[in-house]
């Protein structure tokens, strides 16, 4: 606990909740690991009185091969999540919605800009949507999902309880830049007609997919 205490003084701001995540992500896996550990001491106990049914040194190797692949999993994690958040610090955004999304795990849910770079994800797909409207190639399906992330980071921008910290917002402001305009140019759609359809699409307190889908299948049937 002192040697926490040493690099917790040695953080500060911004480092200090990174520092704190991953020390965080370490003990839920020491507990994983500690229930791992306690299954193969049942499992030793089990063996020992069933030689029959299982090879006690088999189950042991399997079982340390299993921990010891876990661990490497959790450093490698720890040292891509090191590597984001320095992309991140840096502002290279959209070197990092790549990276993340070519190496995302199970553990990367838990990263801290994650939701943001979801979002980012998003609106670079609306560029491609852009792309094949101007083809002539609208479909139901290519209209809603245009709509829904508009709805969708419109909601985040405003709504009090959206995970995202002021910093994120801004960052997400900025990278949204005149999409909404150009993507309602393009459909064509008024913005008074997009604020009903925010409002109605939102009005239960969360953001309603059927809502913005069913709009779009009497807009835009194919």
Request: aromatic share 14%; net charge negative.
């Amino acid at each position: 606990m002192d040697n926490y205490d040493e690099k917790l003084d040695g953080v500060v701001g911004g480092e200090a909740d990174i520092f704190n995540n991953e020390v965080r992500l370490f003990l839920k896996v020491f507990a994983i690991t500690f229930i791992i550990c306690a299954l193969i001491a049942s499992g030793w106990w089990y063996g020992s009185e069933n030689k029959s049914a299982i090879s006690k040194g088999k189950f042991f190797t399997s079982k340390r091969e299993e921990v010891t692949e876990t661990f490497a999993a959790v450093k490698a994690s720890h040292d891509k999540i090191v590597e984001w958040n320095k992309l991140y610090d840096e502002g290279r955004y959209d070197e990092l919605e790549t990276v993340v999304n070519e190496n995302r795990d199970g553990y990367s849910y838990y990263w801290k800009h994650y939701e943001l770079i979801s979002m980012i994800t998003d609106l670079n797909n609306t560029d491609e949507i852009l792309e094949r409207l101007a083809e002539g190639k609208g479909t139901t399906y290519r209209y809603t999902n245009l709509l829904y992330t508009l709805v969708k980071v419109r909601y985040s921008l405003t709504d009090k309880n959206s995970s995202l910290d002021s910093e994120e917002k801004t960052v997400l402001t900025d990278l949204m830049g005149d999409r909404e305009a150009r993507s309602l140019a393009a459909i064509p759609m008024s913005a008074e007609d997009f604020d009903a359809l925010y409002a109605k699409a939102t009005a239960e307190g969360y953001m309603s997919y059927s809502v913005i889908s069913n709009y779009a299948e009497e807009r835009w049937a194919e």
